[in-house]
Antibody, heavy 119, light 107 residues
């Protein structure tokens, strides 16, 4: 059974960098899947942030204007998200998820972590 | 970006009712359309993928149809555990996008 678990600070200061990690169990991060981040706010709903493959290939949402970087650590079987220059608009519940197949879909999700941007 | 819309934004229904939710894409997305269910405080759960394929473990009262720009999620007989918010998502473009959601609550 595949499980994903987000971790990281729940509070980030404006202009700082949001850093989250997603630990994967029950599956190898080196498998043929893309690993994604999705966030959810009351105002904008669900928003895809980006995805990473075990080779470290990435695709990011252009709307985040170069503020996003993702990385993968095969030795720890986890992947990470960094979002820089955060503002209050980045306050959201952040989910990590596995993307499966073609047509692709998010078949496994973490429980989510609330990150608040505030001084 | 491909824009996704859903209708209605909310609906009230009773146990046993047949419920239909519509999702529309701003351009042709073939069958690259997924449906999710989300309950308060929980992550979305995949129900239907590729427009009409039931995810393993999901009850058969859930069904999906459509292709191109217009899609439908149907719950044939609403059960108490089905009161939730439902989202569609397109995976046709590299930048995946979600619909705004349809909240199903008890009449």
């Amino acid at each position: 059974q595949v499980q994903l678990q987000e971790s990281g600070p729940g509070l980030v200061k404006p202009s700082g960098t949001l850093s989250l990690t997603c630990a994967v169990s029950g599956a190898s991060i080196s498998s043929s899947h893309w690993w994604s981040w999705v966030r959810q706010t009351p105002g904008k709903g669900l928003e895809w942030i980006g995805e990473i493959f075990h080779s470290a290939s990435t695709n990011y949402n252009p709307s985040l204007k170069g503020r996003v970087t993702m990385s993968v650590d095969k030795s720890k079987n986890h992947f990470s998200l960094n979002l820089s220059s955060v503002t209050a608009a980045d306050t959201a519940v952040y989910y990590c998820a596995r993307m499966l197949g073609s047509p692709s879909r998010f078949d496994n999700w973490g429980q989510g972590i609330l990150v608040t941007v505030s001084s | 970006d491909i824009q996704m819309t859903q209708s209605p934004s909310s609906l009230s229904a009773s146990v046993g009712d047949r419920v239909t939710i519509t999702c529309r894409a701003s351009q042709d997305i073939s069958d690259y359309l997924n449906w999710y269910q989300q309950k308060p405080g929980k992550a979305p759960k995949l129900l239907i993928f590729a427009a009409s394929n039931l995810q393993s473990g999901v009850p058969s009262r859930f069904g999906g149809s459509g292709s191109g720009t217009d899609f439908t999620l149907t719950i044939s007989s609403l059960q108490p555990e089905d009161f939730a918010t439902y989202y569609c998502q397109q995976s046709y473009s590299m930048s995946s996008t979600f619909g705004p959601g349809t909240k199903v609550d008890l009449k």
